[in-house]
């Protein structure tokens, strides 16, 4: 299935498409056999170190059910990132090069087996930035590979360090989009109330790194990084004004450029679960910067993404085709046979 005739002069792409849904190869708990660690454990587990995951969600491995729910939904293309349970950062570094070599090469077969429907991004690991660029690099010319996701959280440094900046530099050189994705957040408070973790330390994460790299000029320095911040950018939209007032009240810092500027090169998807808050998105950051997601297969995402966009008030047409397929179409190149 396409949407193809819902082209029209404000969406000449004519498709929608989904950049924050995640996958796992299918084969990949069988191709561990060959790769000595991570364990595959009993419950479609594995264990990183002392971490097990979660029980794999079957979801992420069906990709006729993932089709058949993406024509249920109206979408045409899911641009698909690891299970971001998978980030390896508690194996040695050799091991971790090597499953996410073995993931990696896993997620382009599975968007080249399913050309017009899937993209791929590539899981990067967060503790270092070379081994992180370096498969940027390797896999950008896979057919179907659209870029990479890389963790918010977990060892190494900061992503606002100048370590990173080698990984921000061959990103902006490839034209490769960064999906920004929290992981191992964790609030100074020990909130504690189930649910929270979701509700604020997810989105709190974002917002501490994202607007870090802002603080410290990684945007400025790569103003050609295509980097999208999921969860509608956590609070940034939100709380640019504070950014700004605060960075003014710095010695110096009413001759600099203010904070929210560089937030408006971000990229962010549209899951903010309310209309108002999406139109308020839009409405900061330009419709051509904000991106359809659903977080796909998993509940705290939203299954009506695209009806939420169409809900959204204040949105023109024009708008509205933007963020539910023009603007990843220019971004990601063809994105359909």
């Known amino acids: ?41 009993p419950g479609r587990r594995l264990r990183f170190g002392p971490r097990w995951t979660s029980p794999m969600p079957q979801a992420l491995t069906d990709v ?15 641009v698909v990132s690891p299970w971001i349970e998978l980030s390896p950062g508690e194996l040695a570094p050799a091991a971790a090069a090597a499953f996410l070599r073995l993931l990696n090469d896993g997620m382009a077969e599975l968007a080249a087996a399913h050309p017009g429907r899937l993209r ?3 899981l990067l690991d967060r503790g270092d930035p070379a081994a992180a660029a370096a498969e940027l690099l390797r896999t ?78 990684v945007f400025d320095r790569f103003p050609g990084l295509r980097l999208c911040v999921v969860h509608g950018g956590g609070f940034l939209p939100y709380q640019a004004g504070r950014f700004d007032a605060i960075a003014r009240a710095r ?36 419709a051509d910067r904000v991106l359809l997601g659903s977080d796909f297969p998993f509940p705290t995402g939203d299954p009506a993404a695209v009806e939420a966009v169409s809900a959204a008030p204040a949105l023109t047409p024009a708008a509205r085709a933007a963020i539910l397929g023009g603007n990843a179409c220019r971004l990601l190149g063809q994105c359909a046979s």
């Not at 000449?12 to 950049?19: A, L």
């Not at 058949?68 to 979408?75: H, K, P, Y």
């Not at 929210?260 to 108002?276: E, I, K, N, V």
């Not at 139109?279 to 900061?284: D, E, I, M, P, R």
């Open 251 to 286: 010695p110096g810092g009413e001759r600099g450029r203010p904070p929210s500027a560089a937030l408006r090169r971000l990229y962010y998807d549209s899951l903010t679960h309310s209309p108002g808050s999406l139109s308020f998105l839009a409405g900061f950051a330009g």
């Open 64 to 78: 006729a059910a993932r089709l058949a729910e993406m024509d249920r939904r109206g979408v045409d293309v899911q």
């Open 140 to 217: 950008a010319g896979r057919p179907g590979v659209a870029g990479a996701e890389l963790p918010a959280g977990g060892p190494g440094e900061p992503l606002h360090d100048p370590a990173w900046d080698r990984l921000w530099a061959a990103a902006s050189e490839c034209g490769s989009f960064v999906l920004l994705h929290p992981w191992k957040a964790a609030s100074p408070a020990g909130l504690a109330v189930p649910g929270l973790g979701d509700i604020v330390d997810n989105p709190a994460q974002t917002t501490a790194v994202a607007g870090a790299m802002a603080l410290s000029g």
């Open 1 to 41: 299935m396409t949407n193809s005739s819902r082209a029209g002069p404000d969406q000449p792409c004519g498709h929608v498409v989904d950049v924050h849904a995640h996958a796992v190869p299918a084969g990949l708990l069988d191709a561990l056999r060959t790769c000595p660690s991570p364990e595959a454990g």
């Open 120 to 122: 791929a991004l590539v």
